[in-house]
Structures are given as C-alpha cells and as structure tokens.
C-alpha cells in the first residue's frame, strides 16, 4: 500500500499563490501516475494536473499557465505550484496516485481563494 499525505493548502486572497505538497509513503513503491484532484461544494471532482511515468504532464484547461504539477525522482513527494489563484480554484484538493495498479487517495487540503 500507499499513504499519501497532503499539506499547503490555506487561505489566499485572488491572484496569490500556493504550493501543495503531497507525501507519499509505503514499502516497494511501483507509482506510474500522480496526480491533484479537486472538489468544490456541490460539484463533481475533477483532475486538475498529473505527471506520469515518462515526464508527461497533463492540465485541466482552467488551470494551464497558472499551475505546474512536478514530482522526485523516487515518486515520494509531489507537488503543485498555483499562481494566480481565482475564486473558482476554491476546493479541496486530493493527491492520487497509482501504484502497483490500484489507485490511492490521500485525506484532501482545503484551499480557499478569497478576499
């Protein structure tokens, strides 16, 4: 198994920044995908940035330009860089990740874009 632990989430006022980390932990890691969902109130969740085994990284729309997802190289730390933060990103934000084929999911980080 896995255990993913999120941290950085917080209150920040529009056009700030946040960096969320995400600590992953467990015997014999085999990750290939990491990745940041989010939930707002009421709504559905949704992925908003992954990395995968090779480098490639994928953005939700909304997002591209404003945030960067990035990992180490032994897949136990993961991170998102959000700049320029809008209302709209206002949610939790969960870290994932597959390993050995099964998908993890950590507890969520609160993240709230407010003045």
């Known amino acids: 198994q896995v255990q993913l632990v999120e941290s950085g989430g917080g209150l920040v006022q529009p056009g700030g920044s946040l960096r969320l980390s995400c600590a992953a932990s467990?015997?014999?890691?085999?990750?290939?995908?990491m990745g940041w969902y989010r939930q707002a109130p009421g709504k559905e969740r949704e992925l908003v940035a992954a990395?995968?085994?090779?480098?490639?990284?994928k953005y939700m729309d909304s997002v591209k330009g404003r945030f960067s997802i990035s990992r180490d190289i032994s897949w136990r730390t993961l991170t998102l860089q959000m700049n320029s933060l809008k209302p709209e990103d206002t949610a939790v934000y969960y870290c994932?990740?597959?390993?050995?084929?099964?998908?993890?999911w950590g507890q969520g980080t609160q993240v709230t874009v407010s003045s």
């Open positions: 994932t990740a597959i390993h050995w084929g099964h998908n993890y």
């Open positions: 990395i995968y085994s090779g480098g490639t990284t």
């Open positions: 467990g015997s014999n890691l085999s990750i290939t995908v």
